[in-house]
């Protein structure tokens, strides 16, 4: 199984930027892709990027280049971030962080990390 455990939401005004952090440990060679979604009220959860094992990025439409995924590797855990500028009143949601499993069905998600865009 696959632990995670995401960091860095909070409250930013319009304009602003935020960085949310994703560390994954336990089964992590059984990862296949690694990323984030989001959840507003009222609405479902939605794709906001992922990444491949090998390096292949998938964004939401809505991202349009204002967020950029990346992840490091450690020997024993997996750190994937998602640098967000520009924030937009509309991108406040519940950001969770989601691993696809390779084999098996060992899909994981994250406790949430709120983030908040507002004057």
């Known amino acids: 199984q696959v632990q995670l455990v995401e960091s860095g939401g909070g409250l930013v005004q319009p304009g602003g930027s935020l960085r949310l952090s994703c560390l994954a440990s336990?089964?992590?060679?059984?990862?296949?892709?690694i990323g984030w979604y989001r959840q507003s009220p009222g609405k479902e959860r939605e794709l906001v990027a992922m990444?491949?094992?090998?390096?292949?990025?998938?964004?939401a439409e809505f991202v349009q280049g204002r967020f950029t995924i990346s992840r490091d590797n450690a020997k024993n855990t997996v750190t994937v971030y998602l640098q967000m500028n520009n924030l937009e009143p509309d991108d406040t949601a519940v950001y969770y962080c989601?691993?696809?499993?390779?084999?098996?069905?060992?899909?994981?998600w994250g406790q949430g990390t709120a983030v908040t865009v507002s004057p």
């Open positions: 989601k691993s696809q499993s390779v084999f098996g069905p060992f899909d994981a």
């Open positions: 336990g089964s992590i060679s059984n990862i296949g892709a």
């Open positions: 990444q491949l094992n090998n390096g292949r990025t998938n964004y």
